[in-house]
T-cell receptor, first 113, second 117 residues
Framework: EAQVTQNPRYLITVTGKKLTVTCSQNMNHEYMSWYRQDPGLGLRQIYYSMNVEVTDKGDVPEGYKVSRKEKRNFPLILESPSPNQTSLYFC????????????FGNGTRLTVT | GQQLNQSPQSMFIQEGEDVSMNCTSSSIFNTWLWYKQDPGEGPVLLIALYKAGELTSNGRLTAQFGITRKDSFLNISASIPSDVGIYFCAGQRLANAGGTSYGKLTFGQGTILTVHP
């Protein structure tokens, strides 16, 4: 089944403890992206990747890192999480960036205390 | 960055009623997309619009790409309980760099739809 898989689905952590949210897609998509969803703000892009070893900042990249060493994986790294990064995170992928529908994962709900 | 204003923020309707929501922007977009997010899941694409003035249907859903390229609306006819969820519009502006076409998606704030049986 074609899908975008995120792990974990739920995560509670403390301020400053490094964490990684994994994202993997099995559709051979070139484009991958991370979004955060907050009430009243919709989906805001954190980082995106046009292809392997090609990443760029989205609208809200502060406090996040990403890497794209393989086509299928696009992990989101929080080196020193803070409470304002408590949010619902979505990974998404598409065959290419334009005229190609985005496929979303099921989300990771992160709470930073 | 580009801003999308989506309205209404929420709707409470009775089963069988029609629903209308829209998105407006101060910037022109080349593509308008409408997504639906069910509780506990990621957004799923409903309709994609690629030309100004385009009117596209998907079952009970109808969406239009505004002539000015700065707005789009989504209509749902004869709503049913499974229409419940959050609906997002998204606009994309085409750009070219190094022979590759790309365009970042900008999402609206979402419309929360509740349908009472």
């Amino acid at each position: 089944e074609a899908q975008v898989t995120q792990n974990p689905r739920y995560l509670i952590t403390v301020t400053g403890k490094k964490l990684t949210v994994t994202c993997s897609q099995n559709m051979n998509h070139e484009y991958m992206s991370w979004y955060r969803q907050d009430p009243g703000l919709g989906l805001r892009q954190i980082y995106y990747s046009m292809n392997v070893e090609v990443t760029d900042k989205g609208d809200v990249p502060e406090g996040y890192k990403v890497s794209r060493k393989e086509k299928r994986n696009f992990p989101l790294i929080l080196e020193s999480p803070s409470p304002n990064q408590t949010s619902l995170y979505f990974c998404a992928s598409s065959f290419r960036l334009y005229n190609s529908p985005l496929h979303f994962g099921n989300g990771t709900r992160l709470t930073v205390t | 960055g580009q801003q999308l204003n989506q309205s209404p923020q929420s709707m409470f309707i009775q089963e069988g009623e029609d629903v209308s929501m829209n998105c407006t922007s101060s910037s022109i977009f080349n593509t308008w997309l409408w997504y639906k997010q069910d509780p506990g899941e990621g957004p799923v694409l409903l309709i994609a619009l690629y030309k100004a003035g385009e009117l596209t249907s998907n079952g009970r859903l109808t969406a239009q790409f505004g002539i000015t390229r700065k707005d789009s609306f989504l209509n749902i006819s004869a709503s049913i309980p499974s229409d419940v969820g959050i609906y997002f519009c998204a606009g994309q502006r085409l750009a070219n760099a190094g022979g590759t076409s790309y365009g970042k998606l900008t999402f609206g704030q979402g419309t929360i739809l509740t349908v009472h049986p």
